[in-house]
C-alpha cells in the first residue's frame, strides 16, 4: 500500500511540474485568464501533495497578476 501511495504522489508532483511549465508557457502569451485556470490547477495539487506554495512562487504571481 505504502507504495501505492509513493507512486501517486510522484505522478502528482509530475502532473504539477507539467502545469507549472505550462503556466510560464501561457505568461509569455499572455493569455492570463487561462494561466490564472492553470494555477489553480496547481494550488490544489500542492495542497494534495501538503506542500505549500513558495514565497517566491506568490511574488512571481503577484507580479504576474498586477502588472497586466
Same mark, same amino acid.
Given at each position: 500500500?505504502?507504495?501505492?501511495?509513493?507512486?501517486?504522489?510522484?505522478? $502528482? &508532483? @509530475?502532473?504539477? !511540474?507539467?502545469?507549472? *511549465?505550462?503556466?510560464?508557457?501561457?505568461?509569455l /502569451?499572455? =493569455? $492570463? &485568464? @487561462?494561466?490564472? !485556470?492553470?494555477?489553480? *490547477?496547481?494550488?490544489?495539487?500542492?495542497?494534495? /501533495?501538503? =506542500?505549500?506554495?513558495?514565497?517566491?512562487?506568490?511574488?512571481?504571481?503577484?507580479?504576474?497578476?498586477?502588472?497586466?
Open positions: 500500500m505504502a507504495g501505492k501511495i509513493k507512486d501517486l504522489e510522484v505522478r $502528482v &508532483r @509530475a502532473s504539477r !511540474d507539467r502545469l507549472r *511549465a505550462e503556466l510560464a508557457e501561457l505568461d /502569451l499572455g =493569455e $492570463v &485568464r @487561462a494561466g490564472d !485556470d492553470v494555477n489553480a *490547477a496547481i494550488e490544489i495539487l500542492n495542497m494534495r /501533495l501538503n =506542500e505549500p506554495t513558495s514565497e517566491e512562487e506568490i511574488q512571481r504571481l503577484q507580479n504576474r497578476l498586477f502588472s497586466n
